[in-house]
Nanobody, 124 residues
């Protein structure tokens, strides 16, 4: 059982930066690929970024590529999402998720563990 807890969300202005953190407990993350998803009001959940077990494979959604950076620290059982140049359309609840396996995956049905989410609000 992997328990994930996100932190770092908040209210910022367009152009600002935020760093989301995902703390894992209950199991080492070495055997898991990690993903960040988001869900805006009235919209479906979407993948934001994903990273393989050792950081060797990384995926970004087109909408965040070049602005967001996903990373992980297996020694600390942590995953991160650095978000720069935030836009109002980035406003959403952001979720951290873990999936058994090695290479990054964008399929949300492969993620068996999810955090409770952290709200990110970007004002214009």
């Amino acid at each position: 059982q992997v328990v994930l807890v996100e932190s770092g969300g908040g209210l910022v202005q367009a152009g600002d930066s935020l760093r989301l953190s995902c703390a894992a407990s209950g199991h080492t993350l070495i055997n898991y690929r990690m993903g960040w998803f988001r869900q805006a009001p009235g919209k479906e959940r979407e993948i934001v970024a994903a990273i393989g077990w050792n950081g060797g494979t990384i995926y970004y959604a087109d909408s965040v590529d070049g602005r967001f950076t996903i990373s992980r620290d297996n020694a600390k059982n942590m995953a991160y999402l650095q978000m720069n140049s935030l836009k109002p359309e980035d406003t959403a609840v952001y979720y951290c998720a873990a999936a058994l396996g090695f290479a990054a995956t964008v399929r949300d049905d492969e993620y068996g563990y999810w955090g409770q989410g952290t709200q990110v609000t970007v004002s214009s």
